[in-house]
């Protein structure tokens, strides 16, 4: 089974530009989740997709958004770009069934995004 | 509000030797999963093993399993019979009943030298 997928792996964009992430979901798999990886704030979770619908968010700025599409696969965008975007984000699926504290979430390889 | 404390920034072991990550947490919800990931170099984060709160025994996964102290509020990973492909940064993350949203320790780096 072919396992997470994100595109591109690589980004360089300059300041106020937007960008969007491509997240392929493990077959099967309904939960998408985004999290936001930089040396100074570690790993912070963005949001989570699930059916659709935005299910859980965490604390970041309405510029940064994100989508999931029927087939399960999402897209993050973010707008006005920043310096302090610069980071790897790393998208995760998971079967989404059962108790949520048990459902393991497998990762994909990350977008580095690098922000001029 | 859900907590990871990872306090080994750094550990060096040598090649074949055990070698155990601390990891404590704190939550006040009586349902949860505790989760060991694996991130080398590339970035990739790999899911290694599993423990739920629930769970009498501890964990294991071939050369890891996970010391997990409920009273203590501990999730230590042991890997046994290191490998030089295991340096890599190793975190532990927790699940509550609130959605899929892992919070994350802050990681350890850990090397393994001949």
């Known amino acids: 089974k072919a396992g997470v997928t994100q595109t591109p792996r690589y980004l360089i964009k300059t300041r106020g530009q937007q960008v969007t992430l491509s997240c392929s979901p493990i077959?099967?798999?309904?939960?998408v989740s985004w999290y936001q990886q930089t040396p100074g704030q570690g790993l912070q979770f963005l949001f989570e997709y699930f059916s659709e619908t935005q299910r859980n968010k965490g604390n970041f700025p309405g510029r940064f958004s994100g989508r999931q599409f029927s087939n399960s696969r999402s897209e993050m965008n973010v707008s006005t770009l920043e310096l302090g975007d610069s980071a790897l984000y790393l998208c995760?699926?998971?079967?989404?069934?059962?108790?949520?504290?048990?459902?393991?979430?497998?990762f994909g390889p990350g977008t580095r995004l690098t922000v001029l | 509000a859900q907590k990871i404390t990872q306090t080994q920034p750094g550990m060096f072991v040598q090649e074949k030797e055990a070698v155990t990550l601390d990891c404590t947490y704190d939550t006040s919800d009586p349902s949860y999963g505790l989760f060991w990931y694996k991130q080398p170099s590339s970035g990739e984060m790999i899911f290694l093993i599993y423990?739920?709160?629930?769970?009498?025994q501890n964990a294991t996964e071939g050369r890891y399993s996970l010391n997990f102290q409920k009273a203590r509020k501990s999730a230590n990973l042991v890997i046994s019979a290191s490998q030089l492909g295991d340096s890599a940064m190793y975190f532990c993350a927790m699940l509550t009943g609130g959605g899929n949203k892992l919070t994350f320790g802050t990681g350890t780096q850990l090397k393994v030298e001949l």
């Open positions: 077959s099967g798999h309904r939960s």
């Open positions: 995760a699926s998971s079967l989404a069934v059962g108790g949520s504290y048990t459902d393991t979430q497998y």
């Open positions: 423990q739920g709160s629930y769970d009498q």
